[in-house]
């Protein structure tokens, strides 16, 4: 066959497929979505245990976000109201986050969550975090009147990374934001030279770790691109989470496996995307910890202070998107509070800016029958 009609060929049995893929996937042609049923049975010792409003709180609190989506949460249901949280360790991501940093900051943003769904069913919510000898959280639900707290905020938060505006936040919506823990919150605006030097560490973070060999097959674990492996396992990072969607979300979804992650094409593509994505923001926010910035209560706390952040954000149609390289990788990570005029390495860096619309989240969870273990 001639070259070139060879490429005609291609091109076109491509389309054809393309096609025929197009209408015999057209059910699911989003790929896995929250809503498609689990294939697994619910736990039905948790639903004999809990009531149906607390097995609600525990699908909100697991709606929180953390890093590759991993959901490090371990549930110990001791009584119906006090529970044990823990570190799953099968959950860890020892390439990018040694110490656990990260992951304490998704416990907090699950506690988070936990908080304001129980406030709505009618419980306050106490948190012990124990520090003698294995350290434990316990969380103990006290019945109260229930509070008017609205829980779409947090069923409908999601990480954006695509369409944020390069147009400067509001002072206004920038005190609203700061409100929830003034101490914590600072904002370096995108033009500004902090805000430049932000941008400029995170893409070079980004490239080292892209092509850091173990932290890059550390992120091809946990992304699902089948649907099939997103339905089962419910976890890590879907291509619709990752925001391809459409055709390219089905070729990926078909013919992407861990090697993809691996080959240079896709470190290549995925730095060329950040240098575009911080261009396109208002600006940094960067989250501070109390000192000791590694205890678990600060961090606990720290997490639960992003995830309200996100939810008042959302309010103001403002997507924030974590960007933690520059804290996982040397040197930047020991340079950055230099940088930026803090006393200490700050726990979180956040890339912000106006959306024209939120869009809804599609990222995965566990059910709780399947993170929650009964005790006896
Ligand atoms: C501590 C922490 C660090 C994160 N770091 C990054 C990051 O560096 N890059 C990124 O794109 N998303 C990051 N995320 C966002 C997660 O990938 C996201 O929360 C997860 O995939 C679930 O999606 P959702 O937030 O839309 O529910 C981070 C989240 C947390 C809690």
Partial sequence: MHPLSRRHFIHHTALGLAGVATLSTAVRCG??????????????????????????????????????NTQPWRIRIIEPLIWELEI????RLPQVDPLNIELRLSLGAFIGNLRLSAAAHGYQTEIETRTDGEEKTIIRLHSDR????????????????KGLQDKEIAAADLDFLQKIAPEAIRFFPRR???????????IEAFRAQSYRDPAQEELADWIRWSSREAESRRDGLT???????????????????????????????????????????????VLEA?????????????GEHFLRLTLAARSRLIAVHPMSQTLEETPWKNEVAAQLGLQQRPAMILRVGYVDRYPRP????????????TAG
């Fill in 290 to 302: 109390e000192n000791p910035a590694l205890s678990t209560a600060t961090l606990l706390q720290t």
């Fill in 192 to 202: 500004s030279p902090r805000g430049e030097s932000l941008a400029q560490m995170t």
């Fill in 362 to 373: 599609v990222s995965l969870r566990r059910p709780p029958a399947e993170f929650c273990t």
């Fill in 88 to 91: 799953d360790p099968s959950r």
């Fill in 146 to 161: 229930a509070q008017a707290v609205s829980l779409d905020d947090l069923r409908l938060r999601r990480t954006i990374r």
């Fill in 239 to 285: 291509p619709a989470s990752m925001d391809i969607t459409g055709m390219a979300g089905w070729f990926v979804r078909t013919f992407y496996n861990r090697d993809s992650v691996l080959s240079s094409k896709f470190r290549e593509q995925g730095v060329k995307m950040v240098i575009e994505q911080v261009e396109n923001c208002g600006g940094w926010i």
């Fill in 31 to 68: 790929g896995t979505t929250r809503n498609t049923p689990h294939s697994k049975n619910p736990d039905s010792a948790l639903a004999h245990l809990l009531s149906a409003d607390l097995q609600t709180v525990l699908r909100d609190a697991s709606l929180a976000p953390s890093s590759h």
